[in-house]
Nanobody, 124 residues
Framework: QVLLGESGGGLVQAGGSLRLSCGAA????????MGWFRQAPGKEREFVAS????????YYTDSVKGRFTISRDNAKRTLYLQMNNLKPDDTAVYYC?????????????????WGQGTQVTVSS
């Protein structure tokens, strides 16, 4: 059974930082590209960042480039998202997901498993 679980969300002031984690179980973690998505109230789930199985290649949506860093520790079966210089527009529920597709698969439909999400709220 594939399981993904996020943690690390919270309330932070604009300009602050958070680090999200996503633990994985039930599959060979290092064989899959993993990604972070977010969903704000009333909006569709949108792509944030992805990382390939061995962790050497990453891909980001333009709005987070230079502020967010995706990484993974395959020995710990954990995916991370370091978020710096947070803005109120970053407020959303953040989800980690697994894709059998490529690094640049930015559509949520390309991901086959998701965690339950963690809330990130950035106050102005």
């Amino acid at each position: 059974q594939v399981l993904l679980g996020e943690s690390g969300g919270g309330l932070v002031q604009a300009g602050g930082s958070l680090r999200l984690s996503c633990g994985a179980a039930g599959f060979t973690f290092s064989r899959y590209t993993m990604g972070w998505f977010r969903q704000a109230p009333g909006k569709e789930r949108e792509f944030v960042a992805s990382i390939n199985g061995i962790g050497l290649s990453t891909y980001y949506t333009d709005s987070v480039k230079g502020r967010f860093t995706i990484s993974r520790d395959n020995a710990k079966r954990t995916l991370y998202l370091q978020m710096n210089n947070l803005k109120p527009d970053d407020t959303a529920v953040y989800y980690c997901g697994r894709t059998p597709g490529t690094l640049t698969a930015v559509a949520a439909s390309g991901y086959d498993y998701w965690g339950q999400g963690t809330q990130v709220t950035v106050s102005s």
